[in-house]
């Protein structure tokens, strides 16, 4: 049975909303509550998880793959404009010991847009029902499966001249490691290394872009085929 995964910060923001002596808010926060200890459990695999990333960060190498008979990982792919239900791994840059959530950074696609940060800005305002607590801590239940991605060389693509479909540039090259935890049983299952360079060929918008814009169109069609084959490996451990 999965452990619920419910950010704690999200119950501090939402427990104020549920007073009043309103049966649908007193329900609401009757289901928040219940969730507090299996939230705070898996909030401490997580933290473990990251310690342990921290610690292999100053090391060279990863662990052993150990999979064993644990079901297979599915990695929510954050580029569909929808949630799977069957995903059951998420995966994030290992950045200043905390999940990075950055849907704009260089590994921004890794960030599961349904994890803290976008329930926060979802949910902060409204008025919160027991059928929303509910919706909102199913989508941690399935969690099992955390990668956590070490950087340890980067390098963005270079761009010379040319417009339209003849910009010259030198791939983007990114190389790194993955650590695989089990979230239910916090357990470090093993990491493997990670090499990703950009394609060799990148389409990308043109048509009544100036020259500068192309450039830039460019850099961000670059930035973007590199994250794609990052997540891609990551995503076969």
Not at 3 to 17: F, K, N, S, V
Not at 70 to 84: E, G
Not at 101 to 130: C, H, I, N, V, Y
């Amino acid at each position: 049975m999965h452990r619920t995964l419910l950010p704690l910060i999200l119950i501090a923001l939402l427990l104020p909303a549920c007073g009043g002596g309103d049966n649908k808010q007193a329900e609401a926060q009757a289901a928040l509550e219940a969730a507090r200890p299996e939230y705070e459990a898996r909030k401490a695999n997580i933290e473990s998880a990251l310690k342990q990333a921290a610690e292999w960060q100053a090391k060279d190498g990863v662990p052993a793959l150990e999979w064993g008979d644990r079901p297979a990982p599915k990695f929510l792919d954050v580029r569909k404009n929808k949630f799977d239900k069957e995903a059951n791994a998420r995966v994030f840059e290992l950045k200043d010991g905390a999940l990075n959530t950055d849907a704009l950074s260089m590994l921004g696609l890794f960030a599961d847009r349904e994890w803290p940060k976008r329930q926060e800005e979802q949910l902060d305002g409204k008025a919160l029902t027991k059928g929303a607590a509910e919706s909102a801590l199913e989508k941690y239940k399935g969690v099992r499966y955390l990668c956590l991605l070490i950087t340890d060389d980067f390098k963005e693509a270079e761009f010379g001249s040319g417009t339209l479909f003849t910009i010259k540039f030198q791939p983007g090259h990114w190389k790194g490691r993955a650590l695989y935890f089990d979230l239910e049983e916090n357990k470090l299952i093993g990491g493997k290394q990670i090499e990703a360079t950009n394609s060799s060929k990148i389409d990308f918008k043109t048509k009544d872009l100036k020259p500068e814009e192309q450039q830039k169109a460019a850099r961000q069609a670059a930035e973007e085929d590199l994250r794609a084959q990052i997540l891609q490996a990551a995503q076969n451990p």
